[in-house]
């Protein structure tokens, strides 16, 4: 069968794939005017300069598709330190051009909502690009960059071994389709839907965070006591109501490619382990020899205890699951082992996401970005406990909760997972809409 038998009619065969016959394609460099950027740190910005500065790494961990200058808020700049810097305008493109992984490479987001009293520059390791003709309608480019054959065109010009980065010469050579203007409005519209549709689960689902993080604070001290119960608390050491053991410093010369797994702070995460993200084994010979008091047990409380940050302290707990063994512990991981007559281990998981904990931790800890603690800052901590009843009833509201969270979720991931289905339809014109 002939490569053109294969494309539906309506569509052409192009270098970057099949898209409708009306859609022009295009290089980077027949569209946008590559403008002049800033070169600034981060120890040039401030929070109050007249200015707006545009920093890569906030391409990369804040802003997505679009940046709205009116409505979120952006470093500033004294403007007499980015003389040579263009003016952005509404519509303008801003592409980081380099990144630590291929995921972020030439993470880009559209420029709005700036008045004619707003200077705003894009900084270092950036592109400013310029529609000159106005080929795309407002808002469309945001979503376009989202595009897998724009990301595959990119990795593939990409160079580095440890940081990746694309070129000005390069990009210019890159392929880009113009639909007709009309498609373009509504396919924009229709992903704007989608992207409202996302940010109201993630809306709420920080709210009903929020709302479990002040009940933790009222059940887990004490302040808000539930019916029927009326005993007094109990500060305790933890020693004295739980068990717990760091991992030990398995060698790098002691890794092989299968085996047991170890367990790595990096695998915890949003209260479950990803041990699929592992890469790192330990014999059986030596797992089950030397460290086999090492070994994770089904119903361990594990947590991280190296490079965590104060922000994600909760999200680095998680319970040990029969499906998880056979796992040996290794570095920056802590496992807990309550006393099943003293505490509830479903207590325990709660009160170690509690910003009681993260406080006492932190204040033992070394650190200060990344605090780094063992067994002998968590033998510091107190712990104010009710009887082992009243325990479970608490843990059983705040698991609700967690369950609540999770849910919702789940169907922000579902969400997520149709809008990108439907957004690499709609980009290649796969689903045409109508005008």
């Known amino acids: 069968m002939s490569a053109s038998a294969t494309v539906p009619e309506g569509y052409k065969q192009t270098e970057i794939g099949v898209f409708p016959k009306d859609w022009e394609i295009k290089k980077f460099g027949d569209i946008f005017d590559f403008k002049s950027t800033a070169s600034n740190s981060r120890s040039d910005l401030t929070e109050t300069d007249e200015a707006h500065y545009i920093h890569y790494g906030d391409i990369h961990t804040i802003f997505h598709r679009h940046l709205d200058i009116s409505k979120q808020s952006t470093p500033r700049i004294d403007l007499s330190l980015c003389k040579n810097a263009t003016r952005i305008r509404n519509g303008d493109w801003v592409m980081a051009d380099a990144s630590e992984d291929f995921s972020g490479i030439c993470k880009a987001i559209e420029i709005s909502g700036i008045d004619e009293d707003k200077s705003v520059v894009a900084g270092l390791h950036t592109f400013l690009l310029r529609d000159r003709k106005e080929e795309y ?17 990119y990795v593939r010009v990409s160079v580095g071994l440890k940081v990746f980065g694309v070129t000005k010469t390069s990009l210019r050579d890159l392929l880009i389709p113009v639909p007709p203007k009309t498609q373009q409005t509504r396919i924009e519209e229709i992903l704007t839907q989608a992207d409202a549709q996302i940010q109201s689960f993630e809306h709420l689902i920080a709210k009903k965070r929020d ?7 009222e059940l887990l001290t004490g302040k808000t006591r539930l019916p029927g119960f009326s005993n007094e608390w109990n500060l305790i050491l933890m020693p004295e109501i739980c068990w717990f053991q760091e991992g030990p410093g398995v060698r790098n010369t002691q890794f092989v490619s299968s085996g047991v797994k170890l367990l790595n702070g990096t695998n915890i995460l949003e209260g479950q382990l990803y041990l699929e ?15 086999s008091h090492f070994l994770a047990s089904s119903g361990d409380i594990v947590i991280a205890c190296s490079g ?20 040996c512990m290794n570095t920056s991981t802590m496992r807990f082992q309550p006393k099943k007559d003293k505490l509830s281990k479903e207590y325990l998981y709660q009160y170690l996401t509690s910003k009681n904990f993260k406080e006492q931790i932190s204040g033992k800890a070394t650190g200060s970005a990344q605090l780094n603690f063992g067994p002998s800052h968590v033998a510091k901590v107190r712990i104010k406990l009710p009887s082992l009843r009243e325990q479970k009833v608490i843990a059983e509201i705040l698991s609700d909760m967690d369950a609540e969270i999770a849910a919702l979720e789940e169907r922000l991931e579902k969400a997520k997972a149709i809008k990108q289905g439907m957004m690499q339809q709609l980009l290649t014109g796969k689903i045409r809409l109508v005008d």
């Open 308 to 327: 965590v940050t104060i922000k994600n302290f909760h999200k680095k707990v998680a319970f040990v699951k029969e499906w998880h063994l056979p796992l």
């Open 211 to 217: 709302i479990k993080q002040g009940a933790m604070q």
């Open 277 to 291: 993200r592992t890469d790192k084994y330990i014999s059986k010979a030596e797992a089950y020899g030397g460290y």
């Open 137 to 153: 309608s407002p808002g469309f480019k945001g979503h376009l960059g989202e595009a897998k054959f724009l990301h595959d065109q």
